[in-house]
């Protein structure tokens, strides 16, 4: 769990350009500031400022990258609210040896069979796209789409 946090903690700062981190850098030798929690709360402190200043400066291909971002985004919150009301109804009155799987309906149920997982992929490319094809973006979402892929061959889940 902690990891999971931590790495989307951690993601919206490799799309920041590597001018910004030699800016940090030189500000964190004026201030005398070399403490790396210092350093890492104060970076996810600036980070709204950090994004309005990177949408004012954005080229068609980075707004293309966020609105495709927030779509995978959408589609995947509407499909974990649909398997987590799948859950709730089958915490319902039976005992949990006679519970049975349905399989979720509606939204993108309807035309694939993991959409969440889709969506997962679908954000990862709205990075790419935002980061104009950087090589840790890519490197995210190729590990994104091998875990995925990895995910669907393990037959029950196992």
């Given at each position: 769990y902690l990891f999971g946090m931590s790495y989307y903690l951690m993601v919206p700062l490799s799309l920041l350009p590597s001018t910004w981190y030699q800016q940090q850098q030189q500000q964190q030798q004026r201030l005398s500031v070399h403490h790396p929690i210092q350093s890492l709360v104060g970076t996810v402190w600036q980070l709204p400022a950090i994004m309005c200043a990177a949408v004012q400066?954005?080229?068609a291909q980075q707004l293309l990258g966020a609105a495709v971002f927030l779509l995978g985004s959408i589609l995947q919150f509407d499909a974990h609210r649909r398997l987590a009301a799948l859950s709730q109804q089958r915490s319902g009155d039976q005992p949990s040896d006679k519970q049975e799987y349905k399989l979720p309906t509606g939204g993108?149920?309807?035309y694939v069979s993991c959409p969440h997982y889709l969506?997962?992929?679908?954000?990862?490319l709205g990075l790419v796209l935002m980061?104009?094809?950087?090589l840790l973006t890519i490197l995210?979402?190729?590990w994104v789409v091998s875990t995925v892929e990895t995910t669907r061959r393990q037959p029950n889940g196992e």
């Open positions: 400066g954005a080229t993108l149920f309807e969506a997962e992929v679908v954000i990862y980061n104009k094809g950087g995210m979402t190729v």
